[in-house]
């Protein structure tokens, strides 16, 4: 039985992920979960888990937990009223109750972990993924930001204690499937596969005055709306090819993508003598996320089967480069490489957090980061206090120009 412990616990990939648990009791127990701010999901996944540590990264969610269970400790029963206690956590029927970044470092270094799934959105993925892998746990890593901004410095710190990193979004898992048994130096290109968004097809002057309502109708998967916005801009697209490059140790040039809006093959290998590998499913991330806890093994499941025959075409295309430009970006950064990559996906933090407050139009998000770029001083050989330094300095600098170009307005 493996032992989990899930960084985000209560966003799309947490969730499905205990579902996935939940099929499979057996195969699986959850020691520990965290969330940002969402108490109410949480307790019910402490009633029906149990697990054994859980943080808050929000200080008033982390205060709302405690008062709620403190008052309700009836409901929370296991064998009998479990002591929920920071302090002096031994007892086998006490929870430990954690907060912050202190408290996702801790929860992905239980001892008794094998495996530690990140599914938490934004940079407060790597602090806890390095602390994960420093105590040498797996880690099924849902987590772009991670490697889109410390991908050399994450991959080295893995080799060197033997750590695997197990991609879970669903075209990088495709890829790592398609590389069973293959040797990585035949590869002659990874195709990673998109569905193009709700807007695939749509010219720049259809997208000027499109709403976030409208970028969050993805045509084929469920997601937060981190990951849906960057979905409809093709930066999630952009991101994980910065993701491909470090997870499977390939240069930018060998890296394509090509729009398939079926989402039924999740992504290729082209090798060198002119065969190409694909993993093909139906649209459901409950399946790389098992394939990643389960690995080496797979194991039988309920999950959707594919019939071709039903969906009997597959259509691919070219990205369009000029209407969705963060895809452009994504690329660009990754060629000069040093900090860039982290002033990206900052800067693309904060914006896509704006446009979904209805702040700045869908345009500003290339626009504020091709400005951000414009004037960072980049770092050579960055350490992981040098990245985190550049996200602050990136999320801030955006901030103030958006708030002084509204000013102006």
């Avoid at 994960?132 to 797996?138: H, L, R, S």
Wanted: hydrophobic share 40%; aromatic share 8%; proline share 4%.
């Amino acid at each position: 039985m493996k032992k989990l412990s899930i960084l985000g616990s209560t966003g799309s990939i947490g969730t499905q992920t205990l579902d996935v648990v939940r099929n499979n009791p057996d195969k699986f127990q959850v020691i520990a979960i965290s969330a940002n701010k969402n108490v109410d999901l949480i307790v019910e996944q402490i009633r029906e888990f149990k697990p054994k540590y859980v943080c808050m990264q929000d200080e008033r969610a982390y205060k709302k937990l405690k008062e709620l269970i403190s008052n309700n400790r009836e409901i929370f029963s296991i064998d009998k009223d479990i002591i929920y206690n920071e302090k002096n956590f031994s007892d086998k029927d006490k929870i430990k109750i954690l907060c912050g970044t202190e408290g996702l470092k801790e929860i992905a270094s239980i001892d008794e972990v094998d495996i530690v799934l990140t599914a938490v959105v934004g940079m407060v993925g790597l602090v806890p993924t390095m602390a994960a892998i420093e105590k040498g746990k797996d880690i099924a890593l849902a987590n772009k930001e991670t490697l889109v901004t410390a991908g050399e410095h994450v991959m080295n710190f893995a080799k060197e204690k033997g750590v695997k990193i197990l991609p879970v979004d669903s075209e990088h898992s495709a890829v790592f499937q398609s590389l069973q048994g293959e040797n990585k130096s035949s590869i002659e290109k990874i195709i990673l596969t998109a569905s193009g968004g709700p807007f695939r097809g749509k010219k720049r002057s259809e997208l000027e005055k499109v709403t976030k309502n409208e970028a969050l109708k993805h045509p084929n998967w469920s997601m937060g709306h981190k990951i849906t916005i960057d979905s409809s801009t093709l930066m999630n697209k952009g991101l994980e090819v910065i993701e491909a490059k470090w997870l499977f140790d390939v240069p930018v040039d060998k890296i394509d993508v090509v729009v398939h809006p079926q989402s039924i093959i999740h992504s290729m290998v082209q090798f060198e003598d002119s065969s190409v590998i694909a993993q093909l499913g139906c649209p459901d991330m409950r399946l790389p996320i098992e394939y990643a806890l389960m690995y080496p093994k797979r194991t039988k499941n309920n999950l959707e089967r594919l019939d071709l025959a039903k969906v009997a075409t597959l259509t691919f295309e070219k990205p369009d480069f000029d209407t969705f430009p963060c895809l452009k970006l994504a690329y660009e950064v990754l060629k000069k490489g040093y900090t860039y990559p982290t002033v990206l996906n900052a800067a693309n933090e904060v914006l896509v957090e704006k446009f979904y407050e209805d702040k700045i139009s869908f345009y500003d998000i290339p626009y504020y980061i091709e400005k951000v770029l414009e004037v960072h001083n980049y770092i050579k050989n960055p350490s992981i206090e040098d990245i985190l330094e550049v996200d602050k300095w990136a999320k801030e600098y955006v901030i103030d120009l958006v708030k002084k170009s509204a000013q102006k307005n």
